[in-house]
């Protein structure tokens, strides 16, 4: 299973841009990677998936170099209701293969 | 459409103590999944389950057993209990979709061991 790295918090004003970068360097060629969102005292729920380039959804858009070797979470004026712990995951769509979380980042948006 | 429910929401076990957390959905997934989330921390798998019939260790195995009953359901019982147990439980499903498949979460069970 690819192993990620993400930074462990990161701080933000409402209004802003946020972008999270996660590094997957032994990202394997049929690996998605898939973000989550996890607020306080609830179970994580998807952001957003992508496989490479650039994905954009009503919530979020996923940057992924060519090289697939890192991908950046990019959320678009935040809010305080944005305030979470973002999850970067690596795995293939194999159904009912494990997936591994990693430690996320906590992003708090201040006013 | 409940999507996916845990029972109990919080429970207090002492010490050698067993039981079982439930979990079910409705959402006619194949594979379903056990993690543990400890203060914060981030999520780690206990078992999972591929399909019905069917069930692999995780990350965390030690100390739990799971079932997985029938398509909906999957439960995990902790035989007996050790405070290094206490966490937040969260089961959650999964299934394979051409385009784009996501996990979808329980609300969580959340677990004191004294």
């Known amino acids: 299973l690819a192993k990620t790295t993400q930074p462990i918090s990161m701080d933000s004003y409402e209004g802003q841009e946020v972008n999270i970068t996660c590094s997957h360097n032994?990202?394997?060629?049929?690996?998605?990677i898939t973000w989550y969102q996890q607020f306080p005292s609830q179970g994580p729920r998807f952001i957003i998936q992508g496989y490479k380039t650039k994905v954009t959804n009503e919530v979020a858009s996923l940057f992924i170099p060519a090289d697939r070797k890192s991908s950046t979470l990019s959320l678009p004026r935040v809010s305080l209701s944005d305030t979470a712990v973002y999850y970067c995951l690596v795995g293939d769509k194999t159904a009912g293969n494990k997936l591994t979380f990693g430690g996320g980042t906590r992003v708090l948006v201040k006013p | 459409n409940a999507g996916v429910t845990q029972t109990p929401k919080f429970q207090v076990l002492k010490t050698g103590q067993s039981m079982t957390l439930q979990c079910a959905q409705d959402m006619n997934h194949n594979s379903m999944y056990w993690y543990r989330q400890d203060p914060g921390m981030g999520l780690r798998l206990i078992y999972y389950?591929?399909?019905?019939?069917?069930?692999d260790k995780g990350e965390v195995p030690n100390g739990y057993n799971v079932s997985r009953l029938n398509k909906r359901e999957f439960s995990l019982r902790l035989e007996s209990a050790a405070p290094s147990q206490t966490s937040v439980y969260f089961c959650a499903s999964r299934d394979r979709v051409p385009v784009q498949e996501t996990q979808y979460f329980g609300p969580g069970t959340r677990l004191l061991v004294l």
């Open positions: 389950s591929a399909s019905e019939g069917t069930t």
């Open positions: 032994n990202i394997a060629t049929n690996d998605y």
